[in-house]
């Protein structure tokens, strides 16, 4: 196996190519988008175990100049009285430590890592078929032209054109019973709170979060369950409206969230949380799913970019490490799947309960302890992640 298409220039995407590319393949990257398909304009909280996959791709010293270090979590109630509070991951380096970025910020700094090292991005490339046999894969784009090579890895998301072709009987994403508010606050002061720390409030109608960045920026989210947003709400309804609508039902709290939205201009997003059914088919015989668009959760846990990070080494050392494309896919999907399944049921429950007491990536029971250890590291995914060691278990025959 020589040439891989990667279909998708996001952040599953653009991982998939640095991984496969040092993998020693020949890797050209996909792009719907006419530009440099940058997000919307959402922030995320990249987890520790994400900081660890991007070194392995040798870009962790990129993204740590990126965003700001989030070290650890404070949860209140509706009232503002302390539940709990922890640190977040594996916090003692820099290389290693969550951090809160904008996503656009990400995806564009991986797309100009992969250009560095010379991988080959297609803008204006939409997907519109897929055929494959047991030798090769074929790519149809919109614009009448296609490519053909050895796999196809569809790291096109949510709504992903490889998955459809893959599975065409497959269902599509479900709305997980919350609409999602993203926004930024800086024409006011920050609320008070601890640096470097994410302050979340189980609110008495909806979990709101909220971070401060050194330059005094508030990023903040709130949950609202509920009926989902339509798309013609979505794009009709403005950044003042929404906040409108929203800041009614954090008034009644006694917590900063109502005054920091009601401080916002017009840095606002709406979206609707949805999330994958377990058990869709991942891969055929020369195609693959990674990132969202085999496992897409609802974004409770805050683990979907690292997640796909994930996904990028452990596909790309089964492809290197197996003796047949066969084997490989095989491979990535058994030691992939429990883990990322797990992810989205963990979410779905959070997103049901509107609970908060959960550290984005944290394992193990929840305590109730108003001080709680950090999240011990998980060694099994140390091991899988490590560039230089094989997946556990066998990758090898058809």
Known sequence: MAQIMVIGGGIAGTAAALALHKAGFDVTVHEAHPDAGADIGAFLTLASNGMRALAQLDAAALIAGLGFPVTGMTVTDEAGARLAAMPLGEHDHPLTRYRCLRRADLGTALQDEVRRRGIPIRHGARLTAVTESATAATAVF??????????????????????????PA????EYAGQSVFYGYTTDAAPPQGDPDRIIMIRGSGAAFGYLVSPAGETFWFARVPGPAVSAEEIATTTPGQWRDRLVPILRPDRTPAADIVAAMSDSLMVTNALHLSP?????????VLIGDAAHAASPATGQGASMALEDAVVLAKALRDADTPAAALDCYERHRRPRVELNIATSAQLTASRSTDRPPGADGPQRRDSERPAPRVDEELLRLLDWDTPLPGTCQGA
């Open 142 to 167: 919109a614009d009448g032209s296609s490519a053909t090579g050895d796999l196809i890895v569809g790291a096109d998301g949510l709504h992903s054109t490889v998955r459809s072709q893959l599975d």
């Open 279 to 287: 058990g869709i088919r991942w891969h055929g015989r020369r195609t």
């Open 170 to 173: 497959a269902p599509g994403p």
